[in-house]
C-alpha cells in the first residue's frame, strides 16, 4: 500500500484515496506532480493503456506536463 504525498494530495486527505476507484485522480496528480517513486509505482499499478486514455482525455494536466507525458508514452 502507497502512503501518497499530502503535497501531492492538498485538496484531499490522501488516506482516503483508492488507488482503484480513483486511478483517473490519481494518475492525473501524479503525471503532473509525481516524483520518480511515485511515477515507478504509477506504471507497476496501472496499465500503459490506462495511463495514455487518462492523458489524452484529462482536461486538468498542465500542457507542458501532457507535451512530456506524449513523448515519453509514444
Given at each position: 500500500v502507497i502512503m501518497f504525498?499530502?503535497?501531492?494530495?492538498?485538496?484531499?486527505?490522501?488516506?482516503?484515496?483508492?488507488?482503484m476507484k480513483h486511478a483517473r485522480?490519481?494518475?492525473?496528480?501524479?503525471?503532473?506532480?509525481?516524483n520518480d517513486r511515485e511515477v515507478q509505482w504509477l506504471f507497476k499499478n496501472y496499465s500503459r493503456m490506462l495511463v495514455k486514455k487518462t492523458l489524452g482525455e484529462s482536461r486538468v494536466i498542465h500542457d507542458k506536463s501532457r507535451?512530456?507525458?506524449?513523448?515519453?508514452?509514444?
Open positions: 504525498r499530502q503535497s501531492l494530495f492538498w485538496d484531499v486527505d490522501p488516506k482516503t484515496i483508492d488507488p485522480y490519481v494518475i492525473e496528480r501524479i503525471l503532473d506532480f509525481g507535451a512530456l507525458w506524449s513523448l515519453m508514452l509514444r
